[in-house]
């Protein structure tokens, strides 16, 4: 822990059954290399947890804490800096992580993704390399929990799992490059660098310049097996737990979030770019399905849906949609007027597909809980707190039921709702 009061070491210490040492260090520059100092001078081993928490920017910490993990080990990072990672300056964000954030609807996530990538481009100066297991962002920050592994003949793969994204300044597209791939002769691989470029100079749908962003982790950002085993176990000891909704909610969302698809796409969004009204999430959701993809929601955004349907289908849904909802004209070079000036190749079928429920709205498990105050923390964005502008999107009932129960949490205790990982059994 890197915690100034060392509440989170106590914790640790007291709560978590079966942790042999607990080492707390102050927050300052060299905590990190003083621990690595430590463990060499005491002739053990590497820690087989290294939990980084830091105020702000973890970015300096991160060499020395790829190096003071065991092989196996897990790290566990914080960033607090989300104005860095979202990118209003993405020089500073260059200059701390080496990545270029990109301002979409889904920096969130893209910020979860260029701290991983970040970590992993660290940890292959060691011959290292990480496997995510859990990436959450919640509230004011990013956290993820990653193993370390030792392979030099491992980390040729990296590349495979970062990419570039590319996002039209004009519409909703977005389109991964990948640094690296691969071509398999007989029984020996070769590493080649991607091929380039996965767009034209302009974007085919707006006819727009992209921006290029990244490079970002654009490999899976949890394992899905070990977030549905700790799901269970928090369910099973429900009682331990103070923040339980809060806990199962994000990681009943997380573990139906599709794992093979970075990036995600808002609804909202699509739907201004055309100016036309908005379908709900579950026939917009069918309608992907019907046309043969699949389609989650994501945890960092209650109004992101993440498919692996082209932008081409996804636009054919929409401009099937919008016959049948016609929107007012538009000047001829708007995105939207471009967009809808074309004939959908697609027809798309919005009848009610089984699959378009999410299993916790089929289940009624909340998977998004209001903040417990009003004007909650330090910088809340505008528009992320949910609101009855969204019951087009969710719901008439499940936003009502957000709204009492954040009117009635005002005047309940304030309780403050712990950090995810600040509760007990962590694996
Ligand atoms: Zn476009």
């Known amino acids: 822990a890197l915690s100034a009061s060392g509440l989170r070491a106590l914790r640790y210490a007291r709560e978590v059954e079966g942790i042999g040492q607990v080492v707390a260090l102050d927050n300052d520059k060299g905590a990190v290399e003083a621990c690595q100092r430590n463990i060499k001078f005491n002739g053990s081993v590497a820690c087989s947890k290294v939990d980084l928490d830091p105020y702000g920017s973890p970015s300096v910490f991160l060499d020395s804490a790829v190096q003071s993990v065991v092989d196996g080990g897990m790290l566990m990072c914080t960033a607090t800096d989300m ?6 300056n993405g020089e500073v964000c260059y200059s701390k992580y080496g990545s270029y954030p990109l301002r979409g609807k889904y920096c969130h996530e893209m910020a979860l993704r260029i701290l991983l990538a970040c970590i992993e481009s660290h940890a292959n100066r060691y011959k290292r ?4 297991v859990l990436s959450v962002q919640m509230d004011f920050y990013v ?3 990653v193993r ?11 590349p495979l799992k970062l990419s570039y994204v590319y996002q039209c300044t004009g519409c909703d597209a977005f389109h991964l490059q990948p640094i690296g791939r691969t071509v398999s002769k007989n029984t020996s691989v070769r590493y080649l660098p991607g091929f380039a470029p996965v767009v034209p100079q302009e974007c085919s749908h707006c006819q727009k ?3 290029m962003g990244g490079p970002i982790w654009s490999a899976p950002i949890h394992d899905q097996e070990w977030v549905t085993n700790i799901l269970s176990d928090v369910k099973s000891m429900k009682d331990r737990y103070p923040a339980y909704d809060r806990i199962s909610a994000v990681l009943t969302t997380i573990s139906e979030e599709l794992p093979d698809v970075p990036l995600f796409l808002s609804l909202h969004n699509l739907c201004a770019t055309l100016k036309c009204t908005s379908p709900s999430a579950v026939i917009f ?7 043969g993809y699949r389609i989650s929601g994501t945890h960092v955004n209650p109004l992101g849906l993440k498919s692996d349907a082209p932008m ?7 401009r099937c949609w919008v016959k049948n909802h016609p929107v007012k004209a538009q000047p001829a070079d708007q995105p939207g007027s471009v967009i809808l000036a074309k004939e959908p190749v697609l027809q798309a079928n919005f009848a009610r597909a089984v699959a378009s429920l999410s299993k916790a709205q089929a289940k009624k498990v909340a998977r998004f809980l209001p903040n417990p105050e009003r004007h909650w923390g330090p910088k809340l964005r505008a528009g992320r707190q949910i609101t009855s502008k969204h019951i087009s999107l969710l719901g008439e009932e499940k936003v009502n039921g957000c709204l009492s129960h954040q009117d009635s949490e005002l005047d309940a205790k304030r309780q403050k709702i712990e950090k995810l990982e600040d509760a007990p059994a962590e694996s």
């Not at 104005?83 to 209003?88: K, Q, T, W």
């Not at 959701?285 to 046309?291: C, D, F, L």
């Not at 081409?312 to 929409?318: C, H, K, Q």
């Open 312 to 318: 081409e289908v996804i636009w054919d849904i929409m």
């Open 285 to 291: 959701r069918s309608a992907v399905i019907n046309a």
């Open 148 to 158: 370390i592994y030792t392979s030099a003949s491992a980390m040729k793969n990296t």
């Open 209 to 211: 310049k992209f921006n």
């Open 143 to 145: 956290r993820v929990f």
């Open 83 to 88: 104005a860095v990672l979202c990118g209003g």
């Open 129 to 132: 390399y990480i496997v995510p």
